[in-house]
C-alpha cells in the first residue's frame, strides 16, 4: 500500500470490542488480575497500555521494523536507547546534531562514561577513521539538524554490519513518509514524534523502531526499568496524528522546495540549505534514500543585526523551539536548538550567528514568502 494508506490503516485502525473508528483512550494505571500466579498482559501502567501498545504497533509497522517502543519525548528515547551501551563503550556521531543529543553525549553520559566521537558522517572515510575496539555504535540524522547535511546511510549501514555495530539514525526530519533507514540496512531508528509524526505542536513524545526483535525486546525492558513511558493522552493524540502524516508533510515539502527556491533569489539571504536543492552537498545521495527534500530550510543572512531584527519582524511563523507543526515555526539555533553546544563546537559545525531554521507548516507559501520579505525590508 502506499505510504499515505498505511498511516490510516496501520496497526489497530479500530477498537476491536466496539468497532469504533478511534482506539480507547485507557486511564487505568493499574489491572485487576483474576489469579495471582498468573498475570495477564496487562498490569501496571508503565509496563503496558492498550492504547499506548496500539501506537507502538502502528509505528512498527510504517518504519518496517520488527517493534517500536514509545517514551515520554525524543530526548526521552534518544537516552533510553544511550542505555543500551555500557560504561567504556564507545560511539561515532554525526557533527551535525541536535543540540539536545550533544548535550546528554557530553555531560550526562559522558560522567557515567560512555565515550563520544563526533565526526563529519557526510564522509564514510572519517567514519572508518574513528572506529576503535571499544566502538559499539554509530548515531547520524540525515538530513542533519539544522544544516540539513547528508549521510550516505547505506555506507553507515555497511560500516556498522562489517564490524558488528548498531547503527542508529534519528528520523525526526524526513518521517518514514520520506524516508526509512531501517529498509536501508539501520538497526534503530528514533524519532521526536512531537514534532511531523504528531503535526500539531501539542504533545510530547519520542519512539524508537529496532529492526530486530532482539533489540525490542531490550529497549522494551529498558521502557519499563527506566520508566520514561509517554502519557496516554498524547498516545492518542499521536496515533491521530499519524492518519494525517501523508497529506500534511506532502503539502508543506511542496511548499518548502518552492521557498527554497525564492529564498535564493533575495539579496538579503547569503545561503539556502535544503537537500534537493541544486548544487546542495549529498544532494544526488539523498535522492537514492529518501523520497523528497522534507519541510525544513535553513538559511543564513547577511550579518547577526539583520538576522536579529528580521526574527523580531516575521508575523506568520512562531518564532520558537520544535519543529514539524501545521504551523511554520522559525528557530535561531545559537540561541535556541543549539544553545546547549559551546560556541566554539557550534563554530566549527557551521551554526553561526546568521542561520535561521524555518519548519514549514500549512500556511500558502506565498504568504510566508510576502511575509519573510516585508520582515527583511522592515516594511
Keep these: 500500500m502506499d505510504m499515505a494508506t498505511r498511516f490510516i490503516h496501520a496497526g489497530v485502525d479500530r477498537d476491536p470490542v466496539t468497532g469504533a473508528s478511534s482506539v480507547p483512550i485507557y486511564l487505568a494505571s493499574t489491572y485487576?488480575?483474576?489469579?495471582?500466579?498468573?498475570?495477564?498482559?496487562?498490569?501496571?501502567?508503565?509496563?503496558?497500555?492498550?492504547t499506548r501498545e496500539a501506537l507502538e504497533s502502528t509505528l512498527a509497522e510504517i518504519e518496517g521494523g520488527a517493534a517500536a517502543v514509545t517514551f515520554s519525548s525524543g530526548m526521552a528515547a534518544m537516552s533510553s536507547t544511550l542505555l543500551l551501551f555500557e560504561p567504556g563503550d564507545h560511539l561515532i556521531v554525526g557533527m551535525d546534531i541536535y543540540g539536545g543529543t550533544y548535550r546528554v553525549l557530553t555531560t550526562l553520559f559522558a560522567r557515567w562514561g560512555l565515550g563520544a566521537t563526533f565526526v563529519d558522517t557526510t564522509d564514510p572515510s572519517a567514519i572508518e577513521a574513528a572506529l576503535t575496539a571499544r566502538?559499539?555504535?554509530?548515531?547520524?540524522?540525515?538530513?542533519?539538524?539544522?544544516?540539513?547535511?547528508?549521510?550516505?546511510?547505506?555506507a553507515v549501514a555497511a560500516i556498522a554490519k562489517a564490524r558488528g555495530l548498531i547503527a542508529i539514525a534519528d528520523g525526526t526530519f524526513t518521517t518514514p513518509f520520506l524516508q526509512r533507514p531501517l529498509e536501508l540496512g539501520f538497526d534503530l531508528v528514533i524519532h521526536s514524534a512531537t514534532k511531523f509524526l504528531n503535526g500539531h505542536s501539542d504533545i510530547l513524545a519520542g519512539v524508537v523502531v529496532a529492526a530486530t526483535p532482539e533489540l525490542g525486546q531490550r529497549l522494551h525492558f529498558i521502557q519499563n526499568a527506566f520508566g520514561a513511558v509517554p502519557g496516554v493522552q498524547d498516545c492518542w493524540l499521536l496515533l491521530r496524528g499519524i492518519k494525517t502524516l501523508g497529506v500534511r508533510l506532502a503539502a508543506e515539502q511542496q511548499t518548502a522546495a518552492w521557498l527554497a527556491e525564492e529564498l535564493c533569489r533575495l539579496p538579503e539571504i547569503t545561503r539556502v540549505h535544503y537537500p534537493t536543492l541544486p548544487g546542495h552537498p549529498g544532494r544526488e545521495v539523498h535522492l537514492r534514500?529518501?523520497?523528497?527534500?522534507?519541510?525544513?530550510?535553513?538559511?543564513?543572512?547577511?550579518?547577526?543585526?539583520?538576522?536579529?531584527?528580521?526574527?523580531?519582524?516575521?508575523?506568520?511563523?512562531?518564532?520558537?523551539?520544535?519543529?514539524?507543526?501545521?504551523e511554520s515555526v522559525m528557530t535561531y539555533p545559537v540561541t535556541m536548538s543549539h544553545a546547549s553546544m559551546p560556541p566554539e563546537e557550534r563554530a566549527r559545525r557551521g551554526i553561526g550567528d546568521t542561520l535561521v531554521?524555518?519548519?514549514?507548516?500549512?500556511?500558502?507559501?506565498?504568504?510566508?514568502?510576502?511575509?519573510?520579505?516585508?520582515?527583511?525590508?522592515?516594511?
Design 357 to 379: 531554521r524555518l519548519s514549514v507548516g500549512l500556511e500558502a507559501g506565498e504568504d510566508l514568502l510576502a511575509d519573510m520579505q516585508q520582515a527583511l525590508r522592515g516594511k
Design 135 to 154: 566502538t559499539r555504535a554509530i548515531l547520524v540524522e540525515s538530513p542533519s539538524n539544522p544544516l540539513l547535511r547528508i549521510t550516505d546511510l547505506h
Design 289 to 326: 534514500q529518501a523520497s523528497g527534500g522534507g519541510a525544513v530550510v535553513s538559511f543564513e543572512l547577511r550579518d547577526a543585526d539583520m538576522t536579529r531584527a528580521f526574527l523580531r519582524r516575521v508575523r506568520l511563523p512562531l518564532l520558537a523551539v520544535s519543529l514539524g507543526g501545521v
Design 32 to 50: 485487576a488480575q483474576s489469579d495471582p500466579d498468573a498475570i495477564g498482559h496487562f498490569d501496571y501502567a508503565r509496563s503496558g497500555n492498550p
